[in-house]
């Protein structure tokens, strides 16, 4: 993409509040379900695994030692390391009644560790659940295993420790290298952790290397994050997530706690997005998807280029057609047409288990026009595009006509110069690559449902 051509007005015109679609439909539609949901979702889960199918396992670590008061995740604030060995034993417990849901030849293609913190696990503590990983599901060395790291909280022991367990990819939180930014976000990370953390994980053979950045913190102006890019891409990583923040204190109460006064103005954040852009395409790296960058000769840019191109909960990945089992208060899973979510409460979660049930708090089972919706709307974040024809073969449906309130919407994001229409095939232009949140609301038939102001973040 071409920065130079980025038009800033335009992205102010587009930039209202809108989903995500790490899932569709999204989190919001979950309804509240409870225990007595579990055994109708049981006997579908064995009825799905008659045969075996690939799957993804997410295990969410909700503890932090401290609050970073821009998150917006689930997490547990302590710092009693004893908590994870009881986590732990109600981790066993759920991996106990989901396997004997599988097929026991099932492949595991992918793990992922998130949270919260999971090195606020100690070395000892991520080493048993790596094996309890291990004897419970059919992994193997192919299997793509990664890790969020904080790098304020990461010994060397840890990096050897999640090596020796099958991790091959890590994700760090880096946010702003800036002093000033970390304190007004309460998180003190000097970039020679950071520096230290990824000379480790290359040194013990975990090559694959992401970072997190956060744009529109306080304190932080053009000048100070084009130094956070400099830094960071010191470290050359494979891959960078530059995600705006997303200020809904609303519906993240530690957002209260940081200083609205200091956060940049609308157009100061939106030149950073600009600058991101230009500077990392600048420096070797392609625009993927809608936040993230990746080396030109690396899976996620080679995904793309291959149409197989994934979103989850974790973000874009490279694995099509796995079925998602997440682990751990909060987490959600989808597995077939069907999402559901743990409960967030720790108490809720533990005594669901220690009552040999599962921790399902919310579910929602999708109906085929949701399957059709979703189908259209991760071609449009995973694809840049979506064929009708393809639409048309695939679900049976004469596309103008089943997506006619659609393309009535669609046609003012033409007229901008955001995708172009010929017949019922859509594409998405250089410069609607921005506006691919707002492309893929016009097939969302929920929105008129919720309070989309109070419930999710600006598009760009």
């Known amino acids: 993409m071409d920065a130079s051509n980025i038009d800033i007005d335009l992205i102010k015109k587009y930039n209202v509040q809108g989903p995500r679609y790490t899932s569709y439909p999204t989190a919001v539609q979950f309804r509240e379900v409870g225990e007595k949901a579990v055994p109708d979702l049981k006997k579908y889960l064995l009825e799905h695994n008659r045969k075996p ?14 609050l970073c008061w821009y998150c917006g995740c689930t997490k547990v604030i302590t710092k009693d ?22 097929h026991p030849e099932s492949p ?30 059919n992994t193997s060395g192919d299997t793509e295993f990664s890790v969020e790291i904080d790098p304020r909280r990461c010994t060397r022991d840890h990096i050897r420790t999640l090596r020796s367990i099958g991790c091959n990819r890590a994700s760090l939180g880096v946010q702003d290298t800036n002093p000033k930014v970390q304190e007004a976000i309460h998180r003190i990370q000097p970039f020679g952790q950071t520096r230290r953390v990824t000379g480790w994980l290359r040194e013990e053979g975990i090559d694959s290397i992401n970072f997190d950045l956060i744009y529109g913190l306080p304190r932080q102006t053009r000048s100070t994050f084009r130094k956070t890019m400099d830094d960071v891409l010191q470290l050359q990583p494979d891959r960078l997530a530059v ?11 530690s957002q209260k706690l940081l200083n609205v006064d200091e956060m940049p103005s609308t157009d100061e954040k939106l030149s950073m997005l ?70 967030k409460e720790m108490n809720e979660y533990y005594e669901a288990l220690s009552n040999n049930t599962l921790p ?14 979703k189908d259209a709307i991760m071609q449009i974040m995973c694809r840049m595009g979506l064929s009708g024809s393809e639409m048309e073969e695939k679900w049976g449906i004469v596309f103008d006509t089943y997506f006619s309130e659609a393309l009535k919407k669609l046609a003012g994001l033409e007229r901008d110069g955001l995708v172009t229409i010929s017949g019922s095939e859509i594409s998405i232009t250089e410069q609607g690559r921005l506006f691919l949140r707002n492309i893929a609301m016009c097939f969302d038939r929920y929105l008129d449902e919720v309070k989309v102001d109070r419930k999710f973040s600006k598009t760009v």
């Open 53 to 66: 199918r690939p799957i993804s396992l997410y295990f969410h670590i909700p503890f932090c030692f401290s």
């Open 81 to 102: 390391q004893d908590r994870g060995d009881l986590y732990l034993e109600y981790l066993d417990r759920e991996m106990d009644q989901v396997k004997a849901l599988m």
């Open 108 to 137: 595991v293609v992918q793990i992922h560790f998130g949270g919260g913190t999971p090195t606020f696990l100690t070395p000892v503590q991520l080493k048993r659940l790596g094996k309890s990983i291990r004897e419970r599901f």
């Open 243 to 253: 995600y705006s923040y997303a200020h809904i204190p609303q519906v993240m109460p």
């Open 274 to 343: 600009v600058d991101a852009i230009s500077h990392f395409t600048a420096n070797g790296y392609r625009f993927i998807g809608m936040d993230h960058f990746s080396r030109k000769d690396e899976e996620l840019s080679r995904a793309m280029d291959h149409g197989t191109l994934q979103r989850n909960f974790q973000g874009y990945s490279t694995l099509a057609g796995a079925d998602l089992y997440a682990f751990g208060m909060s987490a959600i899973s989808n597995v077939g047409e069907i999402y559901w979510q743990n409960s």
């Open 360 to 373: 399902v708090r919310k579910l929602l089972q999708l109906c085929k026009d949701d399957r059709i919706r």
